[in-house]
């Protein structure tokens, strides 16, 4: 079976882009079906690109007006929406990297400051979840013509072009300069948990009052991660401090 999705401008006029929606062809035995809508709105629906999960479903994501969302199995009314931003050439221009196993990665060049750089989304298979931005690049010089892959499960690998010269709004499509050169990013996906915040309730209480000790904890990694043991210490715990209790 195959599955073809494109994005198609409703009247032939490129300078209006409201009208650009989604069809869906597919392939089975020896033959391609019929071209079907599959989007109708009044926003522009841009860039779909296909992946297959870890459980073998087709896993569709387009840049839906400011919304990169996404599907499975085109189930349109199921949309969820992974990140929202401004819509752009650049983030309409986004690319997708697809492991064996359902790992997924999104990426494009996003403006910053009077640059720009790569950033990312990782999409985790065993649960079904996108993480949050990621930022793979942080220099002056501009990067575009972005391409990538997984090298590993857990290893992404990127070629683009990079050049020297700061140009505020790059975009993918533009033309590289002289002094360009072609760069090869290699990241190892990783966990990371930090300690947002931490209080007590009440902030003062009376002695021999009960208290409720709550901690945030966020994962500011690439990898989804569940069951987290959190300890609480009265004192460091390296230098004789008593716990308190522990939660997950």
Do not use: C, H
């Not at 296909?50 to 969302?69: F, H, I, K, P, T």
Request: charged letters at 20%.
């Amino acid at each position: 079976p195959g599955l073809l999705v494109l994005s198609q401008d409703m009247d032939g006029n490129p300078s209006t882009i409201e009208d650009r929606e989604l069809f869906a062809m597919t392939y089975e035995g020896s033959a391609w079906g019929p071209l079907t809508r599959i989007s109708s709105d009044a926003v522009p629906d841009d860039n779909p690109k296909l992946a297959m999960d870890g459980a073998g479903n087709s896993l569709l994501v387009w840049l839906r007006g400011s919304e990169v969302s996404s599907v499975s199995n085109l189930a349109m009314n199921d949309r969820e929406v992974i990140m929202t931003g401004e819509y752009s050439t650049n983030l309409a221009g986004f690319r997708l990297a697809a492991g064996e196993s359902g790992r997924i990665s999104l990426l494009w060049v996003g403006v910053s400051g009077k640059s720009s750089d790569i950033f990312a989304l990782f999409y985790d298979p065993i649960f079904g979840l996108w993480g949050g931005k990621t930022r793979l690049t942080a220099d002056a010089e501009t990067e575009s013509y972005l391409t990538a892959t997984f090298l590993q499960e857990d290893t992404l690998v990127a070629a683009y072009v990079r050049t020297p010269e700061s140009s505020a709004g790059a975009n993918l499509a533009a033309i590289p300069k002289p002094g360009s050169d072609l760069y090869i990013l290699k990241y190892a996906m990783g966990s990371d948990l930090e300690m947002e915040s931490l209080r007590t309730i009440p902030e003062n209480p009376a002695p021999g009052a009960s208290i409720t000790i709550e901690a945030r904890v966020e994962n500011i990694g690439d990898t989804v991660l569940d069951s987290i043991p959190v300890a609480f210490y009265n004192g460091d715990p390296a230098v004789a401090g008593s716990l308190i209790g522990t939660a997950i």
